[in-house]
């Protein structure tokens, strides 16, 4: 069974850095991609960073571009989220998905494309 179990969110201020978490388990996710997702209230779930897991190939929403990167271990079957220079329209609960097909290009941000969600992890970011 497919678990993807996030953590590492928290409250912090503008200005300020987490670092998010994704540990993958039930199955062999090298070729997979994974994506972090968000949902601030009364708004939709929006794509933010993704990555394949074999050839580390990268994609980010414009929104976090030069402030968030997203990296993988794979002795650990783990996925990373490194947030920078965190603002307060940060703030949402983010989430983890893996995919079984390899997107491009706006293909990252279709959530029905994905087949595993973890339940999410709050980050809040005050002014």
């Known amino acids: 069974q497919v678990q993807l179990v996030e953590s590492g969110g928290g409250s912090v201020q503008a200005g300020g850095s987490l670092r998010l978490s994704c540990a993958a388990s039930?199955?062999?996710?090298?070729?997979?991609?994974m994506g972090w997702f968000r949902q601030a209230p009364g708004k939709e779930r929006e794509f933010v960073a993704g990555?394949?897991?074999?050839?580390?190939?990268?994609n980010y929403a414009d929104s976090v571009k030069g402030r968030f990167t997203i990296s993988r271990d794979n002795a650990k079957n783990t996925v990373y989220l490194q947030m920078n220079s965190l603002k307060p329209e940060d703030t949402a609960v983010y989430y983890c998905?893996?995919?079984?097909?390899?997107?491009?290009?706006?293909?990252?941000?279709?959530?029905?494309?994905?087949?595993?969600w973890g339940q999410g992890t709050q980050v809040t970011v005050s002014s």
């Open positions: 998905a893996a995919r079984r097909t390899f997107p491009v290009g706006v293909g990252w941000g279709k959530r029905n494309e994905y087949d595993y």
């Open positions: 039930g199955r062999t996710f090298t070729s997979y991609a």
């Open positions: 990555i394949r897991w074999n050839s580390g190939i990268t």
